[in-house]
């Protein structure tokens, strides 16, 4: 099997990790920790970061330290991961939702001005599977009516929108560092923010909010969501190769937009004049007319030994927010498409020139048969 996804880890991650061991250092206190941190806000251009155990949390610890009160709106994409849209719920927030652009597949900001409520407190955007999101609107937006912008760059390291990172662009931006992801640290995540104030919240809400002075007296209830040395050793070491990782996605990009561009049965990722995409993962949307949908294209893959993943179903089409009585007869037509129609193919930073052959092959043999 062809897999859709796998870490490349080097002899740098197995030393930092070693000293972890042989030091004793295998908490969540230790010079990594501090050194990753350092060099995560650095590449994005933020002055504050604070490493967390994964994006999830990430999320939510920035909701929780922006205050939001019950009730508050949130402005997000359909199409995203559940952790945005958990995030505001779990503190009595409301997902306020935008449907997808056709071409980037990130929100489509032309339709968040008329979402804009007194209860809007933030705008969530996501950059999907490596592309930026269009700042610019977002942030004249978020000036005009006083709202936060907390960026999910969670899919977009190293992602650039006007020659500026993703991850630099909001107030606040978090990221996860899982094992798919561009930089890894096993498990965890990073939340970077521009004001120092916020940033001493979230490092008292990461440590149960412990206070310097008085260790077991709270004024405050925290979470335990440190991230462990080891798995900043790891993300360090990662960080030092970036570089050779984004270069790795595009290659893997340009390789699969050859094969692939003369199939007029597939929509292929785009890069908007305005941006830099990372390719993440590579993602394809298949034409209702080949009358498959990507249930059915996935499964044919996978005769041919090709693993690929579904796109995100639209927060509007979860039951778990029906239930709670959101979303209902809420219709995002891009996002749904997407969703039934999208996914994406084998892209991780391990492919090989004769594995993105193969799967190229299979795929002109659905196609061409
Ligand atoms: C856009 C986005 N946000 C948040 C997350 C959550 O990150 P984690 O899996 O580290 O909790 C993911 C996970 O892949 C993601 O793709």
Redesign the pocket.
Known sequence: MIPVNEPKLGEKEVEYVMECLRTGWISSAGKYIEEFERCWAEYCEMPQAIAVS????A?EAAVACIDLQPGDEVIMPAF??I??ALAVVEHGGVPVLVDSDPDTWCMDVDQIAPKITPRTRAIMP?HIYGHPVDMDPIRALADMHGLLIIE?A??AHGAEYKGRRCGGLGDIS?F???ANKIVTTG???MILARDEVLAEKLRAYRNLCFRPERRFYHTDLGRNYRMTNIQAAIGLAQVREIESHLVHKRWMAEAYNNNLKELSQLQLPVEKAWARNVYWMYGLVIDESTGMDAVEFARRLREYKVETRPFFLGMHEQPVFHKRGLFLEEHYPIAERIARQGLYLPSGLTLTEEQLDAVCRAIKVLFLA
């Open positions: 994964n994006g999830t949390v999320l995203t991961i952790s945005c996501v999910d969670a899919e978090c996860s560092f899982y498990e965890g995540g």
